[in-house]
């Protein structure tokens, strides 16, 4: 694990890792584990946040919330991770009406493992901070960004970034610009004809 933690980089292979978990669709506790997804050609977007019964936390948890469905339309599962226990999550989710209509796999990493895996523990306090990562269906980490405890993240742009993910997937010569939104946006193709050229192939 100490040549393991806080290694991993964006196209790197993540290694397996398992999570005890509680599952609000189900209102179960079961264990999900990262070859169990990319077995099933799932997509997996890791959201790592500070701790249950925080305040940024339930209003990222209610904006997943609002787009989990289209995450599973893409074929990708949302887990939510933090060192709390699973009995901690199904108190969080059950009390907290922001989390009302949380479906998605909440992971308990209270050994954090996984947790310092991705570089977002912090020893200093036990927490984590909010850390975001895409992985593809091969177990490639495609996706990375951290940000500080005070900072809520916007969802449209994770859901935005799984989009591309999952166009350029099946579309590798392309690349997808600033502003692309969705399929049928404009991509470039780059070449040497695209040097200098950027602008009238986007305009």
């Known amino acids: 694990m100490d040549d393991m933690c806080c290694s991993l980089r964006v196209g790197q292979q993540v290694p397996d890792f398992k999570l005890e978990t509680y599952e609000p ?8 584990s990262l070859e169990d997804l ?18 940024v936390c339930a209003t990222e948890f209610e904006a997943i919330a609002e787009r989990y469905e289209e995450f599973k339309k ?8 933090s060192t709390d226990t699973k009995f901690v ?3 969080w ?4 009406k922001s989390l009302a209509n949380v479906k998605h796999i909440m992971g308990a990493d209270h050994t954090a493992y996984v947790s310092r895996l991705f570089g977002v523990y912090n020893e200093a ?6 850390g975001t990562f895409i992985i593809s269906p091969d177990g490639i980490l495609l996706n990375s960004e951290i940000n500080f405890y005070n900072l809520g993240r916007n969802f449209d742009e994770v859901l935005r970034k799984l989009k591309a993910n999952t166009y350029l997937s099946k579309h590798g010569e392309e690349a997808c610009p600033a502003k692309w939104q969705k399929d049928g946006d404009k991509t470039l193709k780059p070449s040497a004809d695209l040097v200098g050229k950027v602008f009238e192939a986007l305009h």
């Open 89 to 91: 999550h199904l108190a």
């Open 74 to 81: 893409l074929g990708a599962e949302v887990i939510t991770i």
């Open 125 to 130: 306090n036990g927490l984590d901070l909010r």
């Open 93 to 96: 989710q059950r009390d907290e």
């Open 38 to 55: 990319t077995e099933q050609g799932k997509w997996v977007v890791l959201v790592f946040y500070p701790a249950d019964f925080t305040f």
């Open 25 to 32: 669709a189900k209102g179960q506790f079961a264990e999900v």
